[in-house]
C-alpha cells in the first residue's frame, strides 16, 4: 500500500529588509505540493500566494538610519527571521530551510558579526565547517568551496591537509545522501596557477592537497587532483564535484555558467539548507527589479533535497 507524499513545509527567511530578499520571495515560483512559512516583516510581504503565510519579524526601525545600504536595523531583523526560521524547524514545524540574502555589515551594525549564513548555521547546529556548494544543473558538477569570506592572503595560511581530507570527505556524505550519487568523482583544484607547477609556483599542492587526496584514494574515493583551476572547469564533465579552494576559484566559473540559476547549498546540516547565489542588491531594492530566477531555484532545490531525504 502507497503512502501519501505530504505537503513539504519550506521556512523562508526573508533576509536584508532594505535588499531585494523580500521581493524576490513574494515573486519566487512555488513548487507543486509545497506550503512556505515565510519570516520577516510583514509590511514587505504583500504578495505572497495562498500556499504561504508570514511569521512577522518586524524592522525596528533607528531614526536617522538610512532604509537603504546596510543598516543596524536591517542587520537586527534579518538575524531575528532567520533565528524564528531555525526554530520553528528544530520544533518540526517546517522542513527545510530557504534563506534570502543577509548582509554581513549590516550584521556587524547590529552588533552580530557575521560571516555569512554558512558559519552561523554551523554554530547554530554545533557542526563544525559546514561546507558551501553551489549547483545549477543536474548535469553539471557541484561546485564547492574550502574557504569562503576570507581575504585571499589568508587562504593559504589557513590550508591544512586535514582540512582538505574534511571538505572532501564531507562533500562526498553530501552527494551520497542528498544527489543520489553512488560513486561520487570528485575534482580538487589547486591552490597555485598550474596547480603548482612541480613546485615552480607553489608548494601547497605537494605539502598540503597532494597527501590528503592520497589518504582518501587509499580509503576508497575516487578523487582526482590537484588540478588547475581552470583545467578543471574546462572539464567538469569528468567529475560529479569540484571542490576549489578559495571563494572566486570556485564562484567566477559558477557566476559565468549560470548566473541567474545557481543556488548556494549547505552540507553537512541535520536540516536541507539553501538559499539564491546573489547578494542584497541594496542599489536595486525596492524598484520591482529583484529577478526571482534563483529565489525560484533555491525553492525547488529545497523541496527536491528534503523530499530525498524522506523518501
Known amino acids: 500500500m502507497g503512502t501519501t507524499k505530504h505537503r513539504l513545509r519550506l521556512a523562508v527567511s526573508a533576509g536584508d529588509p532594505f535588499g531585494i530578499g523580500p521581493e524576490v520571495v513574494c515573486a519566487a515560483h512555488i513548487p507543486d505540493d509545497v506550503k512556505l512559512t515565510v519570516f520577516g516583516p510583514a509590511a514587505l510581504l504583500p504578495h505572497l500566494p495562498a500556499v504561504a503565510r508570514v511569521v512577522d519579524v518586524p524592522v525596528a526601525t533607528t531614526a536617522g538610519e538610512p532604509t537603504r545600504g546596510p543598516t543596524a536595523a536591517g542587520g537586527d531583523c534579518s538575524r531575528r527571521a532567520l533565528d524564528a526560521a531555525l526554530e ?22 547590529a552588533g552580530a558579526p557575521c560571516d555569512g549564513h554558512t558559519p552561523y548555521l554551523g554554530d547554530f547546529y554545533d557542526v563544525p565547517d559546514p561546507l558551501m556548494v553551489f549547483a545549477w544543473d543536474r548535469a553539471e558538477p557541484v561546485v564547492a568551496l574550502l574557504t569562503t569570506h576570507i581575504p585571499l592572503r589568508a587562504v593559504a595560511a589557513t590550508l591544512t591537509s586535514a582540512k582538505v581530507e574534511a571538505a572532501v570527505r564531507r562533500l562526498h556524505a553530501g552527494l551520497e545522501r542528498d544527489f543520489g550519487i553512488a560513486t561520487p568523482r570528485i575534482g580538487v583544484c589547486g591552490l597555485n596557477p598550474h596547480a603548482g607547477e612541480a613546485g615552480l609556483l607553489g608548494t601547497e599542492e605537494s605539502d598540503f592537497i597532494a597527501p590528503a587526496l592520497d589518504r582518501l584514494r587509499a580509503d576508497g574515493f575516487t578523487v582526482l587532483g590537484p588540478l588547475p583551476g581552470d583545467t578543471a572547469f574546462a572539464h567538469r564533465d569528468r567529475y560529479d564535484a569540484i571542490l576549489a579552494m578559495y571563494h572566486d576559484q570556485g564562484l567566477a566559473p559558477v557566476k559565468a555558467l549560470a548566473f541567474a540559476t545557481a543556488v548556494n547549498i549547505t552540507l553537512g546540516l541535520p536540516c536541507v539548507r539553501t538559499s539564491p547565489s546573489h547578494g542584497t542588491a541594496f542599489d536595486i531594492a525596492g524598484q520591482g527589479r529583484g529577478d526571482a530566477t534563483s529565489m525560484s531555484a533555491a525553492l525547488a532545490w529545497a523541496a527536491a533535497l528534503a523530499r530525498a531525504r524522506v523518501s
Open 88 to 109: 520553528a524547524i528544530r520544533a518540526g514545524e517546517c522542513d527545510a530551510l530557504v534563506t534570502a540574502p543577509i548582509s554581513k555589515e549590516s550584521w556587524a551594525l
